[in-house]
């Protein structure tokens, strides 16, 4: 292909394929999910104008985006050192507010404007309250979270960016980041799983006869309605002034109807346990929701971003991903394979690098030559295997509209053409293609859900005794 021709042939790919995600059916360890998450954020703002094509993500059910209001003047922001609040004798500074704001920036591919981020910056600093509460929590337990673990989680986000060792410091460093900010939450939330599996201790062992009631009760509920519900929950921490927490809550919405992607944004301000899971409740039943939410998803699109749902205890943020009924559900269920041809720098797909060129053409060569899953799974060792070669079975229901349309017309054995991303091009391969009756949950997968039932209950509660008992001192209201 000659070289006058890249920049357009990129342009038009990144424009129309979003970076492959794909999430493997079988269930990930928490650790590994967190590690996923914080993975993908790093090159959100590399395909923030890929998903801005999918606009149907950015609806609600019920009502039209309204437009912007003027932009009026910020406040000036306080110094860096001023003090924000200190939490049983311990100190939260602007300098913390400001730098897990501009993690969320970078997280979600926005342009945190100060307008923007003082309408954000009281919820974050409730949110880092809370953290430190946990903190405080950890501690007193003596619970260590290795050195080893934080660097194992920051590998794993390297390796599935195709970074160098030790490149993500200086990713932050680019954007105004510190690499402390990102260490301190991934050890608060690993420190937290930690306290939790302590508090249920031994009441977290699933029993046979638990399941078998669960399943006793979803044969009964045969014919009922599930939703593939994700939630983002904001607490409110004075149900008689709620203001605060709406206003945020509106904020958020408004940034993921902008494009922002919902898991990266659960698992930055979602106080629910499921916010490791960015914000993913699963197949849900009416029963095990909030009426407030279900009144909602009942009549929402798939795709949909709910308007502020007011709970018990907080707001619901709502998207919904599928509806099924209970027992009955056709779905199909493809295993896969890939290759990824990494680049040395990201993309800018007006004037590609020498090296991306060269990227492409042996992209597009194997795309017409590889004939077999054994031979993609071979390139893809071949390239240092930047991303898993195998990722897992998943439901061609389930993914993005532009992958499903790119796996949904390949026969097995058949590759894909290349997927341009900001970090590389990916060749997908079909293994195996099954239609299968995915309404049927497993014993592994109820167990899974009770579990996560009681762990969800154990840290709403223990967070609200943790406040109950802390002595906190605000300095004023945030701006």
Request: charged content about 20%.
């Amino acid at each position: 292909m000659p070289a006058r021709t890249m920049p357009d042939q990129m342009t038009r790919v990144m424009t129309t394929v979003p970076a492959p995600s794909l999430r493997p059916h079988r269930r990930m360890g928490r650790t590994a999910r967190l590690a996923l998450l914080l993975g993908t954020s790093l090159f959100a703002a590399a395909t923030q104008h890929a998903r801005a094509q999918t606009p149907a993500h950015h609806h609600h059910a019920h009502a039209k985006t309204q437009p912007k209001a003027a932009a009026s003047p910020a406040p000036e922001d306080p110094p860096e050192d001023a003090i924000v609040a200190v939490i049983n004798g311990q100190v939260l500074t602007q300098r913390d507010v400001d730098s897990r704001g501009r993690l969320f920036a970078l997280s979600t591919g926005q342009d945190i404007s100060p307008e923007l981020m003082s309408r954000l910056r009281p919820q974050i600093v409730h949110q880092l309250v809370d953290e430190r509460l946990k903190v405080q929590e950890i501690l007193s337990r003596h619970i260590n979270i290795p050195p080893e673990q934080i660097a194992d989680a920051i590998g794993n986000i390297e390796s599935r960016n195709g970074m160098p060792k030790n490149a993500l410091r200086d990713k932050l460093a680019q954007d105004g980041v510190s690499l402390t900010t990102l260490i301190d939450q991934i050890r608060v939330q690993l420190g937290w799983m930690q306290v939790l599996r302590e508090e249920i201790g031994s009441t977290g062992h699933v029993t046979s006869e638990q399941i078998a009631q669960r399943e006793a009760a979803l044969h009964a509920d045969e014919g009922q309605p599930q939703y593939l519900i994700s939630e983002i929950f904001i607490p409110v921490a004075d149900p008689r002034h709620p203001e605060t927490e709406l206003k945020f809550t509106q904020t958020i919405i408004q940034q993921l109807r902008d494009g922002a992607p919902f898991p990266i944004v659960a698992a930055e301000f979602s106080q629910s346990e499921s916010a490791l899971d960015g914000g993913q409740m699963g197949w849900t039943q009416e029963d095990a929701l909030d009426p407030q939410v279900v009144s909602i998803v009942r009549q929402m699109p798939e795709g949909a971003i709910s308007n502020p749902i007011r709970v018990a205890g907080g707001y619901v943020i709502a998207t919904l991903a599928a509806k099924r009924t209970i027992g009955h559900q056709i779905g199909t269920m493809v295993s896969l394979r890939q290759a990824f041809f990494p680049f040395d720098a990201p993309l800018n797909p007006q004037a590609p690098t020498d090296q991306q060129k060269q990227m492409l053409q042996r992209a597009t060569q194997a795309a017409s030559s590889i004939h077999s899953c054994d031979e993609l799974a071979a390139l893809n060792k071949q390239l240092g295997e930047k991303h898993q070669t195998d990722p897992g079975t998943v439901q061609l229901e389930r993914l993005n509209p532009q992958m499903r349309s790119v796996l949904a017309t390949l026969a097995p054995g058949q590759p894909s053409r290349p997927l341009v991303s900001g970090e590389g091009i990916a060749i997908l391969m079909i293994c195996a293609k099954q239609e299968k009756n995915i309404a049927q949950q497993t014993p592994s997968e109820i167990a899974d859900e009770l579990v996560n039932d009681r762990v969800e209950q154990e840290s709403r509660q223990l967070t609200r005794d943790l406040q109950r008992r802390a002595v906190i001192n605000m300095h004023g209201a945030p701006s």
